[in-house]
């Protein structure tokens, strides 16, 4: 326990900041190392499940990916750069079959090809795809505010699920493949989401305006337009995200359950690794890119 605080303790704030300050080609240096490491946990989970996988085209794939996003960042407006985003990685995403099933054709034992190839194409689409839309979103006007929001409903709803599912929950909510998760405590991280969510709508001109006073941000990352925001979208949106960030959290136990491991990893002390931190952000990062993208009006923030 005293770990785990600890590790939160030093991370939060350094996320924050790179979230808030940093410029998108560092997020996408960031967030590619990051994808980097959850790729090979999830590639060493794969080999409980008899995988061989295909290591280094895999890097490389998801290598290339975050290499265009450091290098394509802020070269267009925020709506272009979400069109040739949605194209390239459609584009990607189809040829991710079939290139790595052509590279599994070399090896010698045929009945490890189809396994390999597919186990990098779920990779790709599991953790780099979300990953990559992560920094996407932080291209849009108003991105900087979009990921803040983003993070601390997950964080919110992580921390109370943990602590309430420990001290009160009774009532397991899936005992097979997470036998520690209770509905008690699912609740706890509903409720803690929604408080979080709907503060931080209701003020989302003030925070912008502090945060663009204390340097942090540049005026174009704030939501300097939602003087008086509607209640019900901000509710629904907390509530859809919420559960898919419980759900991101299940498939990973799932996963995790196949695979006859407790954690993904070592990396972090007291969380484990790199994909038991973000398995909840990988599902509610696609929600938020869309609602951001394709539902919430676009508006430049001056």
């Keep these: 326990m005293l770990k785990r605080v600890a590790t939160a303790v030093v991370l939060i704030p350094i996320v924050l900041l790179l979230v808030l ?35 280094s085209p895999t890097y490389i ?35 991710a079959p079939f290139l790595f099933a052509t590279v599994a054709m070399r090896r010698t034992q045929m009945r490890s090809a189809y396994s390999a190839a597919s186990a990098s194409v779920f990779a790709f689409g599991y953790i780099a795809l979300p ?29 109370f699920a943990y602590f309430v599912g420990r001290s009160v929950g009774r009532h397991l909510m899936a005992p097979r493949i997470s036998p520690k998760k209770t509905w008690e405590g699912a609740a706890a991280s509903l409720a803690a989401s929604l408080i ?32 008086r925001p509607e209640l019900w979208p901000i509710v629904l949106l907390t509530v859809v995200l919420n559960v898919a960030a419980q759900l991101g959290d ?13 954690d993904s990893g070592t990396i972090l002390p007291g969380h484990g690794g790199m994909l038991d931190r973000i398995d909840a952000l990988l599902f509610a990062t696609p929600v938020m890119w869309f609602y951001a993208i394709v539902i919430f009006p676009p508006s430049r923030p001056w």
């Design 196 to 227: 979080v969510g709907i503060l931080l709508f209701s003020n989302a001109l003030q925070i912008s305006s502090f945060l663009l006073r204390v340097g942090l941000i540049s005026r174009r990352d704030g939501l300097f337009s939602l003087e």
């Design 250 to 262: 299940l498939i990973e136990s799932l996963i995790k359950r196949g695979a006859g491991a407790k």
């Design 131 to 159: 990953l990559a839309m992560l920094v996407q979103l932080r291209e849009q006007w108003g991105g900087a505010f979009w990921l803040l929001y983003l993070l601390l409903i997950v964080w919110a709803g992580d921390i």
């Design 21 to 55: 300050r940093a410029p998108v080609p560092v997020v996408a240096v960031v967030t590619a190392a990051i994808a980097l490491a959850t790729v090979q946990e999830f590639l060493k989970l794969a080999e409980s499940y008899g995988i061989e996988p295909l290591r």
């Design 61 to 95: 794939f998801v290598g290339l990916l975050f290499i265009w996003l450091a290098l394509s960042a802020t070269a267009e407006t925020p709506q272009v750069s979400a069109l040739k985003f949605v194209l390239l990685t459609t584009f990607a995403a189809a040829l």
